[in-house]
Antibody, heavy 119, light 106 residues
Framework: QVQLQESGPGLVKPSETLSLTCTVS????????WSWMRQPPGKGLEWIGY???????NYNSSLKSRVTISVDTSKNQFSLKLSSVTAADTAVYYC?????????????WGQGTLVTVSS | SYELTQPPLVSVSPGQTASITCSGD??????ACWYQQKPGQSPVLVIY???KRPSGIPERFSGSNSGNTATLTISGTQALDEADYYC?????????FGGGTKLTVL
């Protein structure tokens, strides 16, 4: 059973860079797509971007200028960096596996981690 | 950019059938899927590829997708089905989520 676990600081100051890592266990990160989503308190899900194990990426156009997703296959991890954060970036951040073949859906999710942007 | 529209709230009585819609331009030309999210928990996939159920999802959950609307149907709704439900589709190599529907069972 594939499991994902997000890790990183729960508090980030405005204008700084949010950094999170997702560790994949119970399966290989190779040959799959991996993604980040977020959910502001009391609001809906927002897709941030995805990465293939080879390193190719695609980002939400609304966040593209501030987002970088990277992968470390040797550690079975992938990471998110979001720069120049503001209070609007306060959210629960989820990592997930994206099944991308005949159809497209997230079959495994992490438990989520709350990141608060505040001075 | 592509948008998916869901009703904010759907109410159903226990044992009745709940239908949650998701509307988007020519949505029926692509696949839709659905997630259930209970308070404080991660989303769980309940329908993928329009109408397929992952292992472990009860048979009372079903889906359809045609024209501009995808529909999640829950037959014999139970109290434990009370949750937020999100549709999701794919457009131009990007993931799109609907705004979510809160299903209340009362």
């Amino acid at each position: 059973q594939v499991q994902l676990q997000e890790s990183g600081p729960g508090l980030v100051k405005p204008s700084e860079t949010l950094s999170l890592t997702c560790t994949v266990s119970g399966g290989s990160i190779n040959s799959y797509y991996w993604s980040w989503m977020r959910q502001p308190p009391g609001k809906g899900l927002e897709w941030i971007g995805y990465i293939y194990s080879s390193g190719s990426t695609n980002y939400n156009s609304s966040l593209k200028s501030r987002v970088t997703i990277s992968v470390d296959t040797s550690k079975n991890q992938f990471s998110l960096k979001l720069s120049s954060v503001t209070a609007a970036d306060t959210a629960v951040y989820y990592c997930a596996r994206l099944y991308l073949a005949a159809s497209y859906y997230f079959d495994y999710w992490g438990q989520g981690t709350l990141v608060t942007v505040s001075s | 950019s592509y948008e998916l529209t869901q009703p904010p709230l759907v109410s159903v009585s226990p044992g009745q059938t709940a239908s949650i819609t998701c509307s988007g331009d020519k949505l029926g030309d692509t696949y839709a899927c659905w997630y259930q999210q209970k308070p404080g928990q991660s989303p769980v996939l309940v329908i993928y590829q329009d109408n397929k159920r992952p292992s472990g999802i009860p048979e009372r959950f079903s889906g359809s997708n045609s024209g501009n609307t995808a529909t999640l149907t829950i037959s014999g709704t139970q109290a434990l089905d009370e949750a937020d439900y999100y549709c999701q589709a794919w457009d131009s190599n990007s993931v799109v989520f609907g705004g979510g529907t809160k299903l209340t069972v009362l």
